[in-house]
């Protein structure tokens, strides 16, 4: 194996569509080490994009932000402006693991490693970000929900990279969060999970929304008729029982040992309904 | 004796310079990494090595085809023996359990090892496993047929108490695999030194991996030395001596090179042992007042094809309660697996939750407050024999707990308390533990100075051995703490047991002090028969040594450095061994070979056990069926405490480990290939901080003048036990819903 | 296959000191730390960062270093366990986990030491909650947490009056 820490993203691109064997980008490493540890694959080119300065920055853009790929789970925790604009989003990547975990985890490698229980896409998916993807043949943008497409795999080419994650200008009167539920109290992985975005106008109605759920299928799913319960209503709690049959109707999970299909399906409705509460109060500026 | 001490090992272990085993350095090791079969049941069929040998850096790759017969059948622990299993490692193309190791890959780094390990091609000729309790192809059978020994307690005529019985329960309880993930990995350094071997491995027994090697080797036990000063967690899992040791030897001869080994957490899964499934059927007969007059106790107990490991935990639920009619079976179910073995209070964990969960749901039956059933049915005797306890605390232990639970405020129907969108439950359960001790040597070496010296080939697994011998000396001797140092897990030291049946601080303390009566008898004599001396004509038993000086009742004292000028000697070296009562003669002797027999518990004459109470409060999410527990209350008494500061600890633990046990831990199978699923600790979930409750430990004091001369009981593997059972009873209390099945699961309440 | 395997030249500071190294490319922090440098305070309990044993601080960040490339450590700063006691003196951390008894086995206490200095660092006074959420990726199976995170409390009331 070959370790590769390049200043550039045109150098990392270049190494990346090299001719040699399978070739894997290394940004919090918090996936892709444990996956190479337990012979799971074996890469025989690692391409470390920390030392590239457009990978490590949060910059604002339009209004909205632009997160580089490299930027760790601590660092967006601590970016005020981001947390004020996005905190579903953010309380999302900051839930991915330990302390030792957001030291080095990224969104961009959340969202590469496909796992449908990846906490921090159902709230990018529900703020409608898009990626920067990389490559040989120039720079291309994807809503962040068409990046994976099964478990482990992703719809990025040979010699691609996410550079970047950007997140929309948010309207005003605008709230998100996401809620995931655990058997423990930390340090687990998402059973379920649900990111809910929406904006109120001036009289608390609610005019834009998106819903997206997590492992409750083999990606995370928008789920448009979820969105639709809510939008034209004032988020009461008529609408966040449609809101919850929605979310609930549009789960095609698996049993596994962290939960049955029965209970993946209740909890996904109920954790719904408690982001949109949690949604709308931020929107309300509670 | 019975102060809060702190750690004398502290120092070094939060400074990092603690040595575990993996930590030892040796000269230019060679690193070992394991291949282990991805098959439960067959045979290997070839090996292709290419890739994996031209892997630069690879020095050698053991298989079946190179090792052999040379490592001789080892004797298991459940025969007498020491070892986990008496599979001969690499000795044959047979596979017996997923994960058995299949070959051991050396090179000159860790990667290259692991990176060949993953290269080398395995093919195997697959036959249909038996995965679990009720899978095809199981071999079901008696405890008493495959072992001896084995007896299920019995007696009066529980079948006919059980048909006159007013009131019954009759109910199945399940208990899951769980595996004991001690933080420190499995690892093992062998060093050779012409015909000598130094092996580093964390040891609950030292002696006995010392003539495991020995005898597996075929090399004289003298040219072994076992060294692990501190283990890094073990809970029953580095008891038993495993097949990798052996290899690792075998590596190391091979290349004339010390080589190390650190097995991965997912092979650990299945290189060693782990706490099988069981079952149990159980039934109660009593009257209408709570009296106990019937209890029947059938459990099965998943074991492997080579070796009958057994817990049988009858013989702990027999004698804990006031019962005249008791019949108790056990069944060992054959299956193809690994061989289970020792785990945290390895037959109370699943027998008392099945015993436990069964009073009360007759508490319910009853209409009765379970603490009260479990008065009604105190007991100061064995039920089976009618031997008196050494002595017995539980009421003493409830009283306490549910005083500081608050337990007088509990309603009584399942379903009636209610705070917000949580349904509240409280349960309570016996915690018990046999107590056991085993004969032990020790030699203790005091200077002019008050330097003191104890050496014990115990284990201190952070169990807090090495300051309660260290506190022992100190007292017997008239020392600080401080000036006695300890010196534990090599096998160059005198011989002690097993660090298993929590009898380490009972049969290690025992022994040091006998050690340094022994240096006090030559001192005093020392200092009575001197002319001119304060001390000259008194009594031996009149004088005591307190703080550096031997004193008299008057106040009349000699300092311990004119004692020695009156004996005329620099220093005093005390050799001393200690059977416990119960114990054959020939114990040391056996001692010396590494067996790990113990005596205590329910014997002819006496039985002896520590008991507590455990009192609960789980709530339930009417929503999400989201478990929670926010608080724990357990009252223990075990005898004379040595050290509250690391009993404390032990009883903490405990109780976070029984509800761990009760929530979350379980190692799931692939039943159609009796594999493990869940083998890393991302997947088994044992507690994190966030989830640990509000816990409170209750130290009731008991004097027990019977028990052993220091009058000590083990506690390290009491209060684990119980916990699932308090567990599931809240769970009933709060939602009327009866679990009978370990882990309690969210699905199983909504 | 069989290619090989490339050996990385590092420069770095560890516990104040420079330190010089080559490692495999697929070599871990963990092992560089243990195997060549021996540093054996950081201890591997899983290999996949969820024991959080071997936690060191990286440039100001508690990472596990058994999710670090030894590579990666190029022109960071490392401390570890070793570098939290000034000669005999201990850390206020290290000092209170003796007097909490907040250790058992040990195995897990250099990764809680440092975790917890990491966590203070940033966060002279955290909550009760702040310590259990902040050393969650730390797992000790002797379960002695209720005693570390009174040990870390009474630490950072120490560091506080300085």
Redesign the interface.
């Known amino acids: 194996m070959r370790y590769e820490a390049p200043t550039t993203a045109k150098e990392a691109v270049r190494l990346m569509a090299g001719k040699a064997g399978m070739a894997r980008v290394l940004a919090g490493g918090t996936d892709l080490l444990v996956q190479i540890r337990t012979d799971r694959i074996a890469p025989d080119l690692i391409v470390d994009i920390k030392r590239i300065a457009g990978m490590r920055s949060i910059m604002t853009k339009s209004g909205g932000f632009r997160i580089g790929a490299a930027v760790s789970g601590a660092e967006l925790g601590e970016h005020k402006a981001l947390r004020r604009a996005w905190p579903g989003v953010v309380e999302a990547a900051n839930l991915i693991g330990s302390i030792q975990i957001q030291s080095r985890a990224t969104m961009g490698g959340n969202l590469c490693n496909a796992s449908p229980a990846a906490d921090s896409v159902p709230a990018l998916v529900a703020a409608g970000a898009t990626a920067v993807i990389v490559g040989p043949r120039g720079r291309r943008s994807l809503p962040v929900e068409d990046v994976a497409v099964a478990p482990g795999r992703t719809s990025l080419k040979k010699g691609e990279i996410v550079e970047a994650i950007v997140l929309p200008k948010r309207a005003p009167r605008s709230g998100d969060a996401y809620l995931r539920f655990i058997p423990r109290s930390e340090m687990d992985i998402a059973v379920v999970g649900a990111g809910v975005s929406l904006t109120l106008d001036r009289n608390g109605v609610c005019t834009a929304a998106r819903v997206a759920l997590g492992a409750v299928a083999e990606r995370v799913i928008l789920v448009p008729d979820a969105a639709k319960a809510l939008i034209g209503s004032t988020v009461d709690q008529a609408a966040l029982e449609r809101l919850a049959a929605a979310a609930s109707a549009a789960c095609r999970p698996i049993d596994d040992k962290r939960g049955t299909k029965k209970f993946r399906i209740k909890v996904a409705g109920v954790l719904a309904r408690r982001a949109a509460r949690t949604a709308l109060a931020r929107a309300q500026g509670k | 004796m019975g102060r809060p001490e702190p750690r004398v090992d502290g120092r070094l272990k939060v400074t990092g310079n603690a040595r575990y085993a993996s930590d030892f350095p040796v000269a230019n090791p060679a690193h070992a990494c394991l291949v282990t079969s991805a098959i439960a049941k067959g045979r290997i069929v070839s090996f292709d090595l290419d890739d994996a040998r031209a892997v630069p850096g690879v020095l050698d790759i053991l298989t079946h085809e190179t090792v052999g017969n040379e490592v001789h059948e080892p004797k298991f622990f459940g025969s007498g023996g020491t070892a986990s299993t008496i599979h001969r490692p690499l000795s044959s193309a047979q596979i017996s359990h997923a994960g058995q190791i299949v070959a051991i890959v050396v090179a000159d780094t860790y990667e290259a090892a692991r990176e060949a390990a993953y290269r080398v091609r395995v093919t195997y000729e697959e036959e249909d496993a038996a995965t679990t309790l009720d899978s095809d192809g199981v071999e079901t059978l008696p405890a008493t047929k495959v072992r001896k020994e084995h007896k299920n307690p019995r007696v009066g005529d529980a079948a006919a108490a059980l048909r006159a019985a007013p009131v019954t329960i009759d109910a199945v309880y399940e208990t899951p695999t769980q595996h004991h993930n001690a933080i420190e990995l499995y690892a093992t350094t062998c060093v050779w030194s012409g015909e000598q071997l130094t092996v580093y491995e964390p040891s609950q027994f030292v002696h006995a991996l010392k003539h495991a090697m020995a005898e597996q080797l075929g090399i004289d036990a003298e040219d072994v030395r076992v060294i692990s000063p501190y283990v890094g967690g073990a809970f029953g899992s580095k008891a038993a001596v495993t097949p990798r040791t052996a290899l690792v030897a075998i590596a190391a001869r091979r290349l004339n090179r010390p080589v190390k080994l650190v097995a991965t957490r997912a092979q650990g899964f299945t290189i060693a042992t782990y706490r099988a499934e069981t079952r149990h059927r159980v039934r109660l007969g009593a009257q209408r007042d709570g009296k106990l007059t019937a209890y029947v106790h059938e459990g099965w107990e998943a074991t492997s094809r080579l070796d009958d490991y057994l817990v049988g935990g009858t013989e702990t639920t027999a004698h804990i309660y006031d019962v005249p009619n008791v019949s108790t079976r056990v069944n060992v179910v054959r299956t193809d697996r690994a061989t289970p073995g020792f785990m945290r209070s390895p037959p109370e964990v699943p027998y008392v939750f099945a015993l436990e969960t069964a009073l009360d749901e007759l508490a319910e039956a009853l209409d009765m407050d379970p603490i009260e059933l479990r008065r009604i049915n105190d007991t100061r005797n064995d039920p089976i024999t009618g031997a008196p306890y050494t002595s017995r605390s539980l009421m003493a232990c409830y009283d306490e707990a549910s005083r500081a639970f608050g337990w007088r405020r509990r309603n009584l129907p399942p379903g009636s308390m209610r705070d917000g969108d949580w349904l509240v439950g409280w349960g309570c359960a016996t915690a018990v533990y046999p107590t056991f001790m085993g004969a032990a040597t020790a030699r203790v070496r005091l200077a002019r100075n008050g330097a003191t010296r104890v050496e014990i080939a115990a284990h201190d697994l952070g169990t807090g051995a090495y300051t309660a011998i260290a506190q022992t000396a100190a007292e017997r001797l008239g020392l600080p703490v401080a000036a006695v140092e300890v010196l534990l897990g090599d096998s160059a030291l005198p011989a002690a047991p097993v660090a298993g049946g929590s009898n380490t601080t009972a049969s290690c303390c025992n022994v040091v002090a006998k050690a340094c009566d022994g240096i006090r008898r030559r001192l005093v004599r020392a200092a009575m028969r001197a002319d001119r001396g304060p001390l000259r004509g008194r009594k031996p038993s009149s004088v005591n040594f307190v703080d550096r000086h031997i004193a008299g009742e008057d106040g009349a004292k000699v300092s311990l450095a004119d004692a020695f000028d009156m004996l005329g000697a620099p220093m005093i070296e005390e050799y001393a061994h200690w059977l416990p009562h119960g114990m054959e003669p020939d114990a040391l002797k056996k001692l010396h070979l590494g067996s790990a027999a113990l005596t205590g518990g329910a014997m002819e004459d006496r039985i002896a056990a520590a008991f507590g109470a455990e009192l609960v409060e789980l709530r339930v999410n009417v929503y999400t069926g989201e478990l929670r527990v926010p608080r724990i209350v357990g009252a223990f008494a075990a005898g004379r405490i040595v050290n509250p500061r690391t009993a404390h600890s032990q009883y903490v633990g405990g109780m976070i480990w029984g509800i761990a046990s009760a929530l979350h831990e379980q190692t799931e199978l692939d039943r159609r290939v009796a594999r493990y699923v869940n083998t890393d600790l991302a997947e088994y979930l044992i507690p994190v901080n966030a989830d640990v409750p509000d816990v409170q430990a209750i130290l009731v004091s008991e004097e027990d003048r019977l028990v052993n001369p220091l009058g000590i009981k083990g506690l390290g593997e009491l209060a684990n036990v119980g916990t699932a059972a308090a567990l599931g009873n809240a769970l009933y209390h709060a939602t009327g819903r009866r679990i009978r099945k370990l882990p309690l699961r969210i699905e199983d309440v909504l | ?6 050996k ?1 030249k590092v420069s770095t500071t560890i516990n104040g000191d420079p330190v010089e190294y080559l490692c ?5 922090l963990l ?1 560089v730390l ?2 060549h440098l ?16 071997c ?1 060191v601080v ?1 440039d100001g ?4 270093s ?4 030894g ?2 450590a ?1 022109g960071r700063k490392v401390t ?3 570098g ?2 000034t000669g005999d003196r ?1 850390h206020p951390l ?1 000092q209170k ?3 909490f ?1 907040a ?8 990764g809680f ?1 440092v ?1 917890a200095k ?2 203070l660092d940033r966060n002279p006074d955290p909550t009760e ?1 702040e ?19 009174r040990a870390v409390q009474a630490a950072a009331a120490e560091m506080r009056k300085g």
Do not use: H, W
């Open positions: 296959m069989g290619e090989m395997m490339s990385v495999d490319a697929e070599e871990t092992d243990r195997d021996g540093l054996t305070g950081a201890k591997e309990g899983c290999g996949t960062g969820d024991c959080g044993a936690s990286v960040r508690v990472v596990c058994c999710l670090v490339l590579a990666e190029e570890t366990v070793e939290l006691a201990l290290q986990f003796l007097e008894a250790l058992q086995c040990g195995v897990c206490t250099p030491l975790a990491a966590l909650t310590i259990r959420f902040g050393l969650a990726g730390n797992l000790c199976r002797c379960t002695g947490y209720d005693k570390i995170v």
